[in-house]
């Protein structure tokens, strides 16, 4: 009876560090995964540039964009996003690149200010300026939380 309990213990020691260790190979999995993806651009904010861009008739350069990846190439390197035009920034020090920069400057794009801006969250330096946008800031400008752009945006949207 003794010796029958003592073996379902060592049985269910077993299960259970069995269990760990595929536990911790399944997060050690997700890790490199994670790392994997560490420069893929936030799949949000990349539809969101993709939409704005094709709604401007413009595209991203060869620089960045590379194979269809928005954060790549000079969008994460040092180079200013006020030599790029068009150009982003990222910033991929969060599980995903996030859009940080956008700089749109003097290529005649026309239209309403676009809905899809406001997806870009971690937008901080946004440069839209000489070109044709119209029409009101949409309500939901306080979804974008981390942009210090208030008197910025609307200087460099009139210049
Ligand atoms: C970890 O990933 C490899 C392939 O990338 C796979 O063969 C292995 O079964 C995975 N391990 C676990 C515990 O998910
Ligand atoms: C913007 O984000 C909302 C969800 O927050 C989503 O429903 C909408 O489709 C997004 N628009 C674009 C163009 O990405
Ligand atoms: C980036 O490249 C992909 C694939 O080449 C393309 O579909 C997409 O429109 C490009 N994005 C921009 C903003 O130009
Ligand atoms: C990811 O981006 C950072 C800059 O933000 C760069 O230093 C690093 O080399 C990139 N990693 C990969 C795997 O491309």
Known sequence: MRQTSR???????????????????????????????????????ARALNA???????????????SGELCSGVAIDD????????????????NTCHITALRVHAMDVTGPIPDELWNLTYMDDLNLGQNYLTGPIPASIGALVKMHYQGRFHRKLDC
């Open 7 to 45: 073996r379902r213990m060592v049985v269910l020691c077993f299960v259970v560090a069995f269990g760990q260790l595929m536990a911790t190979a399944g997060a050690q999995n997700r890790t490199s995964n994670a790392n994997a993806n560490a420069n893929t651009t936030d799949p949000l904010e």
């Open 52 to 66: 704005m861009f094709q709604r401007w008739g413009i595209s991203a350069t060869n620089d960045w964009n590379i």
């Open 79 to 94: 180079t200013q996003v006020t030599t790029l035009n068009p150009g982003i920034k990222c910033d991929c020090s969060y």
